[in-house]
């Protein structure tokens, strides 16, 4: 693990609401290339750690570096410019839009072309669009949802929609993922095809960050976990570490985990 | 078959001057026309990326009175004694300068109001049609006030080698509203069929998710407000040098909901859906002419715009589009599904 490079570090973050305290002092890094999950139990302040690395909110204190980049002060959209693509917790497509047009949409970073190229129908634009197209094809056959490009994706099952929002970050080209609770909604074979999906993901050289309830899928999947409780860090270390590390037991996996 | 429908909708309209001669109708066309401009660009806003401008016929009154002043010249005085003399150019420029100003203003009005969006869009965008409605009324030296600007000259085409032709009777006008409305039509559909146009339905769509992969609102928002904006100020050109005079009431606020009427009944977010609306709502005065006093027509016009809202709720255009799918879906639904256009590559 020493021998990665590290992708991002997350120094000494805080974020305070008012008087709520959402996350304490949080400092952990993510090497390139690593599948790293985040735990805790719900209100442990996950899903704000990925809304503060993702520009959708500013720290109270600390900082967050991705590949040498600070990302204090910089806008969502410029944060998913270097690279850096996070999918979210509820169900979230374009539900008026058919599966494929979803696609085309998250094709944007790729898809740049000057307005006026594109409003001329000059061949630049042309090609790029096919480019767009074949690419979007291709990510759809890839998540294995081909048969439904064309409909609406607000008509799709909970499960699909999720790999839809996979396929969505996917076609922004991350080289890093955070994806918030993915498999939450889906059955048992759904969460099987979900770990290989993110197995392939790994695979072609995209550093994932995991938050998720699912254990036995974290604990398969997972490169290293980190657990968060009550906005500070109580645990950190591989899954056979955390299995057997008793604060986490006592605040999160429960007793009966142990043994199990 | 939308090709198919879009050629025939177009021939029909070029062969109108051809077998309608009564002129009455002819201007009640060209007016229409030019409204059936305005409502494209603003549903170019209010359709694609959700944005209500509830000002926005004060872009319209700007290219009017940019058209104008610049046609007619003007002689102001500024602070310090400064006379600011412009002689009459042709209208043609000025034709260019109010798609170009009114678009600079649009990019303002865009930049102040889209960092906060919705309910802020629609009162900086009705307050801003109030301010230019007052400054057009005050600034008597330049714009007459309500004397109103009288004489503003017909359209002239440069035609290299036969020198120029002035656009006087009906027929001409019709034909030039006609082209400038073809080519917004166009401009609308190239946007909004590219990935620009894709980046704006993400954004009324899904705002977070859009941001997430990369799209940018304000940017994005913005080119949209200019477009918008000065595809209406081509349309106020178009309206001051056909109608030859105009004053301050031409910035009132029935003006502006005159076209979200279009906009909403033919339905927003279809390109074609403001050509029915306006067309519509533009004749319907013709129409009631005989049978109702105008004061009355209005109601008549609320009548009109609840039945179709009631029979088809999302504006014509889309309902009936609907509608389509449906019946043909029905009697496809178990052929296989194909990838569109383009040669998309087939998944196997």
């Not at chain 1, 990925?50 to 204190?61: I, K, Q, R, W, Y």
Request: aromatic share 8%.
């Amino acid at each position: 693990m020493t021998a990665r490079s590290i992708a991002m570090t997350i120094d000494q973050v805080a974020v305070r609401f008012g008087g709520l305290v959402a996350i304490s002092d949080m400092s952990f890094t993510v090497g390139e290339g690593e599948i790293v999950s985040l735990i805790g139990p719900n209100g442990a302040g996950k899903t704000t750690a990925f809304n503060v690395m993702t520009g959708f909110l500013t720290p109270s204190a600390g900082h967050v570096t991705y590949q040498g980049t600070t990302l204090t002060g910089l806008k969502p959209h410029e944060i998913a410019d270097l690279g850096l693509i996070r999918t979210f917790q509820r169900t979230s497509v374009f539900p008026n839009d058919t599966v494929y047009d979803n696609l085309l949409i998250g094709l944007h970073r790729q898809g740049r072309v000057r307005l006026l190229d594109a409003i001329l129908g000059l061949p630049g634009a042309r090609a790029s669009e096919r480019r767009l197209r074949q690419r979007a094809s291709e990510l759809l056959e890839w998540v294995g949802l081909e048969r439904r490009a064309h409909d609406a994706a607000g008509s799709l099952s909970y499960g699909e929609q999720r790999l839809v929002g996979v396929a969505l970050a996917l076609a922004a080209e991350p080289s890093m993922l955070l994806l918030d609770e993915p498999v939450s909604g889906m059955n048992a074979s759904e969460t099987h095809r979900f770990v290989e999906l993110i197995r392939g993901i790994r695979d072609r050289g995209i550093t994932i960050l995991l938050v998720e309830h699912d254990m036995p899928m974290v604990m398969t999947v997972s490169d290293r976990i980190v657990v968060l409780n009550y906005g500070r860090i109580i645990a950190e270390g591989t899954p056979d570490v955390i299995r057997n590390d008793p604060a986490v037991i006592e605040a999160y996996l429960g007793h009966g985990a142990g043994r199990a | 078959m939308r090709a198919i429908i879009t050629i025939l909708a177009v021939i029909t309209l070029a062969s109108v001057p051809l077998w309608l001669r009564d002129p009455y109708l002819l201007n009640a066309l060209i007016t229409t026309g030019i409204f059936v401009i305005g409502a494209m660009s603003l549903n170019l806003l209010l359709g694609f990326t959700g944005q209500l401008s509830l000002g926005h016929i004060a872009f319209f009154g700007i290219g009017a009175y940019v058209s104008a002043l610049t046609s007619l010249g003007f002689d102001i005085g500024l602070p310090g004694d400064v006379r600011l003399v412009h002689a009459p150019w042709p209208p043609i420029i000025g034709f260019v300068l109010a798609i170009l100003i009114a678009g600079l203003c649009g990019y303002f009005v865009g930049l102040l109001s889209f960092r906060v969006r919705g309910a802020y869009f629609v009162i900086v965008t009705i307050s801003f049609a109030e301010v230019v409605r007052l400054v057009a009324l005050n600034w008597v030296e330049l714009t007459q006030g309500p004397l109103a600007l009288t004489n503003i000259p017909s359209i002239a085409l440069p035609l290299p080698g036969f020198g120029e032709l002035t656009l006087r009777t009906k027929m001409q006008n019709y034909y030039l509203v006609l082209v400038v409305a073809l080519i917004a039509y166009l401009l609308i559909a190239r946007l909004v069929h590219s990935h620009f146009g894709r980046a704006m339905r993400g954004l009324m769509e899904n705002e977070t998710l859009a941001v997430s992969v990369g799209i940018d609102v304000t940017r994005t928002l913005t080119i949209a407000a200019v477009i918008s904006a000065a595809i209406a100020g081509a349309a106020g050109s178009l309206y001051a040098h056909y109608i030859r005079i105009i004053d301050p009431e031409v910035f009132a606020f029935i003006n502006t909901v005159t076209m979200v009427i279009m906009v909403i009944s033919g339905g927003k977010g279809s390109l074609a859906g403001p050509v029915i609306g306006g067309l519509i709502f533009g004749l319907l005065p013709v129409a009631l002419r005989p049978v109702m006093a105008p004061e009355a027509q209005w109601i008549a016009y609320g009548g009109v715009l609840i039945a179709i809202l009631f029979v088809l709720p999302r504006g014509i255009v889309p309902s009936l589009a609907q509608r389509l799918t449906r019946q043909r879906s029905g009697t496809t639904a178990l052929a296989p599904v194909a990838l569109p256009e383009t040669g998309a590559k087939e998944p196997a």
